[in-house]
T-cell receptor, first 115, second 112 residues
Framework: GAGVSQSPSNKVTEKGKDVELRCDPI?????LYWYRQSLGQGLEFLIY????????KSGLPSDRFSAERTGGSVSTLTIQRTQQEDSAVYLC?????????????FGPGTRLTVT | DQQVKQNSPSLSVQEGRISILNCDYT??????FLWYKKYPAEGPTFLIS?????DKNEDGRFTVFLNKSAKHLSLHIVPSQPGDSAVYVC???????????FGTGTSLTVIP
């Protein structure tokens, strides 16, 4: 079946602009995660959704970052007033169960470059 | 602050030999550990995991060992195959069960 998809695959934006990154999880997966992979760093947890709610937003690096999930499916990560340090690959993952399910299926990522 | 560390950025192994990939962590509250395999331009793929109540978990050619006192885990691949060439990422779970910490990865090259 179809895996996790993300769009766009690449995004170049000017500093100060807003961007939206989209994640389509595997159908039926209740849990959805957003991560950020910066150059030379490990994957950084951003936010976790169980259904449409986000019980853990502690990883969001600033109030410029927000995310939502609708219909228990598609999720959007929004970065407002982008800064150069936001440049990274943003990865989405979904899981068939809730918290405690460790088998996460990752999308290919969105490479964000802020100029 | 990197709570999960993979200090070897790369490793080369001859086909048929054992590959040993290492991972260290700092947070004693971590209770579940995972290894992911990652190809360029793709997201990580789950490979194998281990709970802190165990010290070894085996799945085919892949075995993960956990040394809690040393806060160290390792992934053994034996025999190594050229198709195993990829980046291997170690991850640990905080006790919340929904926040994962990842290492920076080790690039494994298996030489035919």
């Amino acid at each position: 079946g179809a895996g996790v998809s993300q769009s766009p695959s690449n995004k170049v934006t000017e500093k100060g602009k807003d961007v939206e990154l989209r994640c389509d999880p595997i159908s039926g997966h209740t849990a959805l995660y957003w991560y950020r992979q910066s150059l030379g760093q490990g994957l950084e947890f951003l936010i976790y959704f169980q259904g449409n709610s986000a019980p853990d937003k502690s990883g969001l690096p600033s109030d410029r970052f927000s995310a939502e999930r609708t219909g228990g499916s598609v999720s959007t990560l929004t970065i407002q007033r982008t800064q150069q340090e936001d440049s990274a690959v943003y990865l989405c993952a979904s899981s068939p169960q809730g918290a405690g399910s460790y088998e996460q299926y990752f999308g290919p990522g969105t490479r964000l470059t802020v100029t | 602050d990197q709570q999960v560390k993979q200090n070897s950025p790369s490793l080369s192994v001859q086909e048929g030999r054992i590959s040993i990939l290492n991972c260290d962590y700092t947070n004693s509250m971590f209770d579940y550990f995972l290894w992911y395999k990652k190809y360029p331009a793709e997201g990580p793929t789950f490979l194998i995991s281990i709970s802190s109540i165990k010290d070894k978990n085996e799945d085919g050619r892949f075995t993960v060992f956990l040394n809690k006192s040393a806060k160290h885990l390792s992934l053994h691949i034996v025999p190594s195959q050229p198709g195993d060439s990829a980046v291997y990422v170690c991850a640990a779970d905080s006790n919340t069960g929904n926040q994962f910490y990842f290492g920076t990865g080790t690039s494994l090259t298996v030489i035919p």
